[in-house]
Each structure stands twice: as structure tokens, then as C-alpha cells.
């Protein structure tokens, strides 16, 4: 079975200093269950592709093994395991793509963290629970998915399919993420492990998940296949994945949450740009209303005053935050708290749960999100979900020359990625909007100075 990578950003051959495989040599690696062959079909300017080929030698899977309990008498020798793709393709990758895998890039260090437009193409791989599961897996990652299933002999077509399938995933992302991505996820297909789970694997799969498996809708499928159905290490993962997911925001947010508390209070700022969101909102002619990264959920206790919106939804990532919204919920009537719900999730995954909104509130939020994130984000939202107004928020960076408090160059909150000026916020903008056919248009928040403007700034985009 085959795997291949391509990429077409100019000069694709980067791919070979990533990969710390010249383009120009075929190279052989022998491992414990048969070799792995890795060659370039093509390498110019414009498009470059490193295939990997598992070799599977199906005697040297069993030497040295003790014949598994049940099975018929041959299993061991006849049996699929050589001529798909499955765990075994994560083993070539760790043992023969490590670097590239652990993002390291000796000659060329910046590319690691590049977003690079990426395919990968896997050959036969068995898909337990087919084509809804791939795309499952894959689409909230942020890939355009292709599936094609192959039929169980081509020369009998009236056999009729397969469970094998021939998968292309493109996007833009960094290599690194993109080798997790498949190492993880191609044995959760393949749904077969083929060699003992133990309590390794659990660490194996949260090193290689990091970043991206904790906020994944399908997490605990992923984590129970993976861990190839083991009830209790498969729930010590999951418990695990959880923690994660809200350590980040959930441990120092408050500290952190205080700082930023302490730059606005002055001029009241976040008062402000809510009355100014709920405002947006209403003009709109917006009824069912996403607040995403809703924190404590001050916003939402605005919109329920508001008889217009007559269901609003609540989204944070964060466990903590969402309590707190939920006390701030459980206060109110009645009549006002059955038109609210509270739901986990990240908005950097695709989401069914949030689609299909008359607008969506993203309010100070943007700037929390990896540069990495930020794309998926963009996807989740605007190709996704696709509510019809979207109002975002974020500071201007600009303004932050006003706040004597903050010394030059910091930002207004230590968990910030990135703190835009009005340029860079609206270049970013008016691409996303021209992506995804939107209109957007720009309000200041806040008091506004004549050189440095408002400290919010806020994008209303519209379909
Ligand atoms: N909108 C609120 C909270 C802003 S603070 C307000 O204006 O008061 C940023 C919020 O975004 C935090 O609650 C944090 O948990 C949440 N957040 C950060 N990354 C997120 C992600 N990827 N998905 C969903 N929420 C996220």
C-alpha cells in the first residue's frame, strides 16, 4: 500500500528538505514487519510528491509470535494485512518520517511551522463504518475529502464493493500536522491494531494528538478505536483529552482574564462593545443567534432581555467558562432560560451543532486562536456553519499606545496569539469575506482617537 504526499507551493521540492529525503534518491528502510520504499514520482517547481510504500512481508509478522487464540489455522499467513494500509503505515511514518514528524527541519527551520497546500493520498485502506466516518475524521480538520471505493474484483463487478477505499485529503496545513493527522487516524479507520495495546499507546496518542484530538468532535470514537476498544484506557485517554481541552483557557484564564479586566474597566469598554454587538445583531433582523466563545456568558444574558432572538445558542471550549454561564442562566425566568442553550465545543473544528444560524457573535476571541487555527476557523465558520451576519470582534492593536499601564509592544492579555492593527485586521477580513461571498464592513468600538482610532474594532459580514 501506498501513501503519497504532495505539495504545489512553489518551490514544492521544500517538501524534500521537510521530509530530510532528497528528492533525487530512492531509498529502502527495512523495519521489523517488512520495508518501506520511498521515492519522488515527480519533483519540479511547481508540484512535488514523496510516495511511501509498505512492503509487508507477512512472514516476518509472525516469526517469533505465538499463534492468536481462535482464528482458523492459517490466519496468520492469510489475511489482508499486507496489502492494506493500517497501523503499520504509522510505524513507516514514525520510523522512517521522524523528524518531519516530531517538526524538526535541520536546513530549513522556518518551513516547519508553515502552512503549506497539502495532499495526501492513501491507497487501500479498509474504512470500518465507510465513507461517513472518513469524512468525519477528516472534514473537521479542515481537508476537502475525496473517497473512492474500489470493488472487491474489478474483473466481477457483480460481486459488488469493497471495504477498502482510496482516500485524497487536501489542505492547508503544516506537514507536521498533516503526518499526526494520518498516523493517528489511519489505524482508527483501519480499526485493527496489530500488535498489543498497552499503557504506551495512551501516550502515544495524546503526544501525537496534541493540538488538534482534544476539541475533535469524534474524540472518544477516536480514542476507543485507537486504543483498539480497550474500555479503560480508551476512558483514562478521554479523561485525559478533557482536561487538556480546558486547561489552557481554564487554570490561568482568571489571572490572565483580570489583566485584561483592569485595561477596560476605565472606559468600560466591554459594556460597550456588547451593547454595540447586541445593536449589529438586532439590526440584522437576526431570530436564532450563535454567541461562540461565549465565555460567562455576559452577551447571551443581554440577548435573552431581547425579544427578537428567540433561540440562542452558547458555545465555548472552555468547561469552566460554560459554568459560569450556565449560574448566569439558571438566574434568570423561566420564559427567558428555555430559549438559551449551552453547548462545548471549539470553533476551530467543523460543527454541525452550530450551522445554520441567522448570525453568529464571535466576540474577542479571534485573537486567541493559533495563526494555524485561525484557517480552520475561517472554514468552520464561514464555509461551514455559514450563519447569515457574523460579527466579529477584536482589539486594535493600534490603540494600545492610549493604556499607560501597558508597556510597549505587550498585549492587552497574555493568552493573546496576536493583536491586529485596523490594516491587518481588515485585509484578513476582506479576503475571508471575498472566500466564502460575503460583504463586510467595519464599526469602531469604543472612544475613538483621530490617529490611532478605537481600541475594538469590529467586522460585520453579511451574505
Ligand atoms: N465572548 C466573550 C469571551 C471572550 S474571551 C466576551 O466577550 O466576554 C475568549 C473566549 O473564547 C474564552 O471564553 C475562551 O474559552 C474561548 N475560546 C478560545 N478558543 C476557543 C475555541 N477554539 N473555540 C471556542 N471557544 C474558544
Redesign the pocket.
Known sequence: MLLTITNTRQPATDLGYLLHKHPARAQTFDLTFGSVHLFYPEATEERCTCSLLLDVDPIKLVRGRRKPAGGFALEQYVNDRPYVASSFMSVGIAEVLTSALNGKCRDRPELVDELLPLIAGIHSLPCRGGERIVRGLFEPLGYAVTVERLPLDPAFPEWGESGIYNLTLSGTVRLRDLLAHLYVLIPVLDDEKHYWVGDDEVEKLLHRGEGWLA?HPERDLIARRYLRHQGSLARNAVARLAEGDTAD?DES?REK?KEEADVEVRIGL?QQ??EKVVEVLKESGAARVL??????G??LRMLVGEKEFTEILG????SR?LEMASARMEKLPEKQRERVKLIQ????YRDRRIAGYDAA?????IE??DAD?LVT?EQAIFKHARPGTVVI?TPNSEYNVMWPSLSAGRMRHRDHRFEWTRGEFEAWATRVAGAYGYSVRFLPVGPEDAAVGAPTQMGVFSR
Open positions: 476539541g483557557p484564564a482574564d466591554h462593545r456588547l454567541d461562540a466563545g461565549c465565555g460567562e455576559k452577551l458555545m465555548d471550549v472552555s467558562a465545543g471549539a470553533l476551530t457573535a464571535i466576540v474577542e476571541v486567541h486562536l487555527r476557523f470582534t
